[in-house]
């Protein structure tokens, strides 16, 4: 039996996101999707030795009332930005001007993709802590909002169900006593 399949629009935002990223910003020697959260140093020292880097992660969406077969997700995106001391250019430096770039490029941005809205409340942050200093490196965050409106019916199989071509059924009519009052069929227009 093979896995299943579920619709990627959701994730092929950080798709178009690093495809964005890598093309305007193509100094960046890693751009690439990630999980979310760092929750060690060392998965921010390996990703140091790659740098300067910029992770795309999906914190989360909310999804919103749906209404005529469509789906409205409020997601919020996170992306990290790791730097290095360079010559001339040190990691604080290098880090925070990768950020205001990163916040120019999500301005009014939908990456290509008409069902979604343009990023709201970008907001940059210094993610600096001193164990992450030892490492070597500067640590930013960006995050931002985007809506995304999914036609939650045309992702629907429709070549996979069978013609509906005859209706039938059977009513046991009160008292249910286990014997069939009504049976209908009706064959349907083509």
């Excluded at 210094?126 to 985007?146: E, H, K, P, S």
């Amino acid at each position: 039996m093979s896995a299943p399949t579920w619709p990627a629009k959701l994730s092929g935002i950080r798709d178009a996101q690093v495809t964005a990223i890598a093309a305007a910003l193509p100094a960046l020697k890693t751009v690439e999707k990630h999980r979310g959260r760092f929750d060690s140093t060392a998965e921010i020292r390996r990703y140091a030795t790659r740098a300067p880097a910029v992770l795309v992660a999906d914190s989360g969406f909310r999804a919103q009332p749906s209404s005529g077969g469509e789906r409205r997700f409020a997601t919020t995106f996170a992306w990290f930005v790791i730097t290095r001391d360079a010559p001339g250019l040190p990691r604080d430096v290098s880090c925070e001007g990768i950020a205001e770039a990163l916040t120019d490029l999500a301005d009014e941005n939908t990456w290509g993709l008409d069902y979604l809205s343009a990023p709201e409340e970008v907001s940059a942050r210094n993610l600096y802590a001193g164990a992450i200093d030892q490492l070597g490196v500067g640590l930013w965050g960006l995050t931002f909002r985007q809506f995304a409106v999914l036609d939650v019916l045309a992702d629907a199989d429709y070549q996979a169900l069978n013609d509906f071509l005859v209706f039938h059924q059977d009513v046991d009519m009160a008292p249910a006593d286990g014997q069939i009052d009504i049976s209908e069929t009706d064959t349907l227009p083509q």
